[in-house]
Nanobody, 114 residues
């Protein structure tokens, strides 16, 4: 079955950086577009970024554009999200998800202190 396991979250000061990872198994990862989605405290789900199956096309929410970078390593079956210049409003649970089929991981918590 599809399994997505996020890691790399934690507590960081505003202006700092974190790199999230998502290890995929149970499906043909290299053939799937992938996304990162987040949910902040008391907020709804917010799409953050997406990447196509080969990694050549990426898109970002305006709120993270220029600060976050999505990437993938198909040989390692892993999706990444490099987050720089973090702001308190970036604090959320971050989920990786398959772009079209709606499979999600359990999420990893990111906390940003001001």
């Amino acid at each position: 079955q599809v399994q997505l396991v996020e890691s790399g979250g934690g507590l960081v000061q505003a202006g700092g950086s974190l790199r999230l990872s998502c290890a995929a198994s149970g499906f043909g990862f290299s053939g799937y577009a992938m996304s990162w989605v987040r949910q902040g405290p008391g907020k709804g789900l917010e799409w953050v970024s997406a990447i196509n199956s080969l990694g050549g096309t990426t898109t970002y929410a305006d709120s993270v554009k220029g600060r976050f970078t999505i990437s993938r390593d198909n040989a390692k079956r892993t999706l990444y999200l490099q987050m720089n210049s973090l702001k308190p409003e970036d604090a959320a649970v971050y989920y990786c998800a398959t772009y079209y089929s709606g499979d999600w991981g359990q999420g990893t918590q990111v906390t940003v202190s001001s």
